[in-house]
């Protein structure tokens, strides 16, 4: 009896200890670590802007490089379509895009009407902690004045870039897309290059108020739509004294032209001209529904003076 006793209470202790075994293995599961949120892991992005066009294998070669160096790379393009040589829209553009991208976003912008001359291909980082990959020529000179300049580099390492044998007409193949690549995959931007003190600054005209209103310029189109934007910003207009309805008599290039201040396109008739503030709180005249450029015969570059409220339109 003795020894079935002892083998019983030995089996009940066997049993105890194999649930107990079984309890802190399921207790173990319960507080496992869940897996990493893949926001705590985002995808390096890129953003690219040319004025290249898409009629042709630019972008696509240029997008091959950036993958072939980061796999993981989200590229975003913002446009492709910058007018041919043209820096300042290259610019306009870039500077309206930027604040809706976070810190470590890298930029590659190439409207370079200077590639292979001595202009310099550089790594520019703001005060917001942003990358832009650019030719030194004032494509980034908005946005620096807007943001900060934290501190520019010269890109010489030739380590960053596609190789040894870089084209003398397509440096954003074989230099901005594989640095633009390799600071998405994290590499220090410090190493690109030696620092540049001084950037190359872009000098834009600006529209100019006085007693008798404000000057300014047309400085683009709105496509498709045919709107044209100016460069007098919302602040400059809102002094002049008008109101929501009021009817403008101002001047395109040096001629008259008289049509209402409104909120939004649908409060006039279809077909009908509107002045109004665009999204990025610029001056814009509009045709409901229609295309001003095409209608009126006007495209940029141009001028345009709005006078005060009840004061007199410039003479020609």
């Known amino acids: 009896m003795r020894i079935i006793r002892s083998i019983l209470i030995a089996q009940g202790i066997l049993i105890l200890t194999l649930l107990g075994s079984s309890g802190c293995k399921q207790n173990t599961q319960t507080v496992a670590t869940p897996p990493t949120s893949p926001a705590a892991n985002p995808r390096p992005i890129l953003v690219f802007i040319t004025d290249f066009g898409t009629a042709n294998d630019a972008v696509a070669i240029c997008h091959a490089v950036m993958v072939g160096i980061a796999p993981d790379v989200r590229i975003m393009d913002i446009t492709h379509q910058v007018t041919p040589f043209s820096i300042e829209e ?32 550089i ?61 998405a995959e994290g590499w220090d931007y410090t190493m690109v290059g030696p620092p540049v003190e001084q950037l190359v600054r872009m000098t834009s005209k600006v529209a100019t108020a006085n007693d008798k209103g404000v000057d300014g310029d047309i400085i683009a189109l709105d496509d498709p739509f045919g ?32 049509l209402p201040y409104e909120k939004t396109f649908m409060t006039v008739p279809v077909g009908d001209s509107l002045l109004f503030i665009d999204s990025r709180g610029r001056v814009s005249l509009a045709v409901n529904q229609g295309n001003f450029s095409n209608v009126h015969k006007i495209s940029p570059p141009g001028t345009i003076f709005i006078p005060r409220k009840g004061g007199v339109p410039k003479s020609k």
């Open 90 to 121: 290259g610019a306009r553009i870039l500077e309206g895009v930027t604040p809706y991208y976070p810190a470590g976003t890298v930029f590659v912008g190439v409207i370079d009407p200077g590639v292979g001359t001595s202009r310099k291909a």
């Open 123 to 183: 790594v520019a980082k703001t005060k917001k902690g942003q990358y832009f990959v650019v030719p030194d020529n004032g494509l980034i000179t908005p946005v620096v004045e807007r943001d900060g300049l934290d501190s520019a580099r010269e890109i010489t390492n030739t380590n960053w870039m596609i190789g040894q044998a870089i084209s003398s007409t397509f440096h954003g193949r074989d230099i901005f897309s594989p640095v633009g690549a390799h600071l």
């Open 227 to 258: 709107s044209l934007i100016t460069d007098i910003s919302k602040e400059q207009f809102d002094k002049l004294g008008y109101s929501f309805g009021d009817k403008i008599t101002l001047q395109l290039n040096k001629k008259p032209f008289t």
